[in-house]
């Protein structure tokens, strides 16, 4: 389905809730995690409603390289030594919010291995 009404991040592609919009193109819609994990932390999330990282590429064979060119982008924005890009997917692996959606995570040292 190309947007659902009932999904908070298609909201936000719309303008029904608001958002810190840092990045966009026809594809994807980058903005501000409202509860940030570090210095920069940044959703990235198409522009069409897909549950999770499993479905992207059932939907569009690019939109994955989509995510992660805007990622790139953003930190170089940043000017970032580097970043961690991170797909929750499920809830067992922490995934909230079903609108695929691609962490972008820098600005401090990361551990590893995530918790
Ligand atoms: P996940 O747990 O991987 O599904 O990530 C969902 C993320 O969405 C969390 O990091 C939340 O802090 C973030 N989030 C939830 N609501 C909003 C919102 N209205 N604006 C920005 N980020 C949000």
Request: charged fraction near 15%; proline fraction near 6%; glycine fraction near 8%.
């Amino acid at each position: 389905m190309a947007l659902d009404s009932n999904c908070l991040f298609c909201k936000i592609i719309t303008g029904d809730i608001p958002a810190d919009i840092v990045f966009r193109n026809e594809n994807v819609v980058a903005f501000n995690d409202i509860n940030p994990q570090a210095p920069v932390h940044v959703l990235i999330i198409p522009t069409l409603h897909v549950e999770n990282a499993g479905d992207l590429a059932k939907v569009s064979p690019t939109l994955t390289a989509d995510l992660f060119l805007a990622a790139a982008e953003i930190a170089a924005q940043h000017k970032l030594n580097g970043y961690r890009t991170v797909f929750n997917t499920g809830i067992e692996a922490g995934q909230s919010v079903f609108h695929a959606h691609l962490h972008v995570l820098g600005g401090r040292g990361l551990a590893w291995p995530p918790g």
